[in-house]
């Protein structure tokens, strides 16, 4: 499966972003998904991830509250809306995707990655 995200950008603290993560190659609906997060000189954290047959979606405790993960499988996509953002959310967002339905949030459980968008967030 090949994943584009997309929607990053600059925003002031407080400001809002979605970010979308296009799948294509497969059928994307048997995929659990998900998004990390990597920021200069750090390991990459999870952010939020959403089931493939249930739903359920999990998230870092630091974005909890402030982010939401949706996918609709019609248009192959998955979504991040991030609100209230602050500094620290500044980082290169990845979507990722399994097989399995399981959200883990060590990266070396998920075998398919895109390309990041950088999310850069001023105070």
């Known amino acids: 499966v090949q994943l584009q995200a997309s929607g990053g950008g600059l925003v002031q603290a407080g400001g809002s972003l979605r970010l979308s993560c296009a799948a294509s190659?497969?059928?994307?609906?048997?995929?659990?998904t998900g998004w990390f997060r990597q920021a200069p000189g750090k390991e990459p954290e999870f952010v939020a991830g959403?089931?493939?047959?249930?739903?359920?979606?999990a998230y870092a405790q630091s974005v909890k509250g402030r982010f939401t993960i949706s996918r609709d499988n019609a248009e192959n996509t998955v979504y991040l809306q991030m609100n209230s953002l602050k500094p620290d959310d500044t980082a290169l967002y990845y979507c990722?995707?399994?097989?399995?339905?399981?959200?883990?949030?060590?990266?070396?459980?998920?075998?398919?990655w895109g390309q990041g968008t950088q999310v850069t967030v001023s105070s």
């Open positions: 959403v089931a493939r047959s249930d739903r359920r979606t």
């Open positions: 990722s995707a399994r097989d399995g339905e399981p959200i883990y949030q060590s990266p070396t459980r998920w075998p398919y």
């Open positions: 190659g497969r059928t994307f609906s048997p995929l659990t």
